[in-house]
């Protein structure tokens, strides 16, 4: 595959290359893997992403696919924060390196103090960010998972707006065999600004979220 060993050179020598250009070799790995799949992902709301500025995506978790699905989707540049984990498998552990994103490593509770730490710096310069709150995921298909309140504690530091993201029959590709056309959504919702929520605590934020994102999925 040609792609791979570009996105390995590209991620080992990001200084030389945009953030733009790494997340487009990004996309287009993702484009001939939806070819090859025979998968279609539709997308609604875009128009609420915010124009300026950094921001925080927090979308439910189903399968392999998800940030996949969203990352076709969202045009500019993303990165990711992801269970160190989940980054034992390629693609996870190439995309995250490409575009600089950050690993969780759930055993060691300082690495993710300082992770996070570095999520919210990089997101008051400007930077975008796709968090998965539910920290997994099993058989759940559409149905949603609990939130972990932790991961809310980005946003409340960088005061930088929450986009809470539904995605919807994203278990399907990888898990279903069969060869058939198979069409995922993305629903971006609108936004949350730090107003809404600076006197909030993280639980109550992280139960806002998990509303509006299962009145979605409902």
Avoid at 157 to 171: G, L, N, R, T
Avoid at 173 to 188: L, M
């Amino acid at each position: 595959m040609y792609y791979i060993p570009l996105m390995w050179y590209l991620a080992k020598h990001p200084d030389r290359y945009s953030e733009h250009t790494r997340y487009k070799v990004g996309r287009s790995l993702i484009r001939m893997i939806k070819r090859r799949g025979r998968i279609t992902t539709i997308s609604t709301g875009k128009e609420f992403l915010p124009k300026d500025g950094g921001y925080i995506m927090y979308s439910n978790h189903q399968g392999k696919y998800d940030m996949l699905g969203i990352v076709s989707t969202h045009d500019r540049p993303c990165a990711i924060v992801i269970d160190k984990k989940t980054t034992k498998e390629i693609l996870p552990r190439l995309y995250t390196k490409l575009v600089k994103g950050q690993k969780l490593d759930k055993k060691d509770p300082r690495q993710q103090v300082k992770a996070i730490y570095q999520v919210i710096k990089e997101i008051t310069e400007g930077r975008r960010y796709l968090l998965f709150p539910e920290g997994g995921y099993t058989d759940n298909k559409n149905n949603l998972l609990e939130f972990y309140p932790g991961s809310f504690k980005i946003p409340l530091k960088a005061k930088c707006p929450i986009v809470p993201v539904v995605i919807y029959d994203s278990y399907k590709p990888f898990t279903i065999n069969s060869i058939k056309r198979v069409t995922t959504q993305v629903h971006y919702l609108e936004p949350i600004n730090y107003e809404q929520y600076a006197e909030m605590s993280t639980r109550e934020i992280c139960d806002i979220v998990y509303e509006r994102i299962n009145n979605k999925l409902t």
